[in-house]
């Protein structure tokens, strides 16, 4: 069983536009979440986490929402850039002994120019 | 460097050979973690140390896998008798550690193929 679901496994979007990444858990017991962004043969660079404190965190272009009652988080992208394509990761991941991570299969975004 | 580092970049070997595979975490970290990422998947857990202790190797697939820390720095994942499914990204990561959350840094990974 899947703990964390990205449902769409590729997006494109319009250089300028925002892009909606979207990612689902299942485990209540998740509290922390994070975003990864992946070139090819290179390994995931963080960019965005949020705790389940909040429903909002922003860095610049990017902005995590989440949704605790509906198991739910978004990455917005805006203004979206050519340089942005790349394969996005959510991750979970609860207070415990080992704060591993658990990922999601990824979005591959292509942004046009 | 300032990344965490892994070697080899790539590594071809035959089934049933043993395979060793590095990983030079960020100067500092204390915790230290491998997941693998399948085609078409996204990244498994493996393994967890803090320090040079592993309280959670949940995620090795087989006793075929092993992995070792010492002197709270290098960490060696070893594959023994490799299988062809055994093919996949192995990626490190390691984070600051200290008991609570925070973002954990990869290396580049080094891909394995099982001929």
């Known amino acids: 069983d899947q703990q964390v679901k990205q449902n769409s496994p590729s997006l494109s979007v319009q250089e300028g536009r925002i892009s909606i990444l979207n990612c689902d858990y299942t485990n209540s017991m998740f509290d922390y979440f994070l975003w990864y962004k992946k070139y090819p043969a290179e390994g995931p660079t963080f960019l965005i986490s949020?705790?389940?404190?909040?429903d909002k965190n922003e860095d610049g272009r990017f902005t995590v929402f989440l949704n605790k009652s509906a198991k739910h988080l978004s990455l917005h992208i805006v203004p979206s850039q050519p340089g942005d394509s790349a394969v996005y990761f959510c991750a979970a991941s609860e207070t415990s002994g080992t704060y591993k991570y658990i990922f999601g299969t990824g979005t591959r975004l292509k942004v046009l120019a | 460097g300032a990344g965490v580092s892994q070697s080899p970049s790539n590594k071809v070997t035959e089934k049933g050979k043993d395979v060793e595979l590095r990983c030079d975490p960020i100067?500092?970290?204390?915790?230290l973690y491998w997941y693998r990422q399948s085609l078409g998947q996204g990244l498994e857990f493996l393994i967890y140390?803090?320090?040079?202790?592993?309280?959670?190797k949940s995620g090795l697939p087989s006793d075929r896998f092993s992995a070792e820390r010492t002197g709270g720095s290098v960490s060696t994942l070893t594959i023994q008798r490799t299988q062809q499914e055994d093919s996949a990204v192995y990626l490190c990561?390691?984070?600051?550690?200290?008991?609570?959350?925070?973002?954990?840094?990869f290396g580049d990974g080094t891909r394995l193929s099982i001929l």
């Open positions: 140390f803090q320090g040079n202790s592993a309280p959670d």
């Open positions: 990561a390691s984070s600051l550690g200290g008991g609570h959350h925070q973002p954990q840094h």
């Open positions: 949020i705790s389940s404190i909040k």
């Open positions: 100067s500092g970290h204390t915790a």
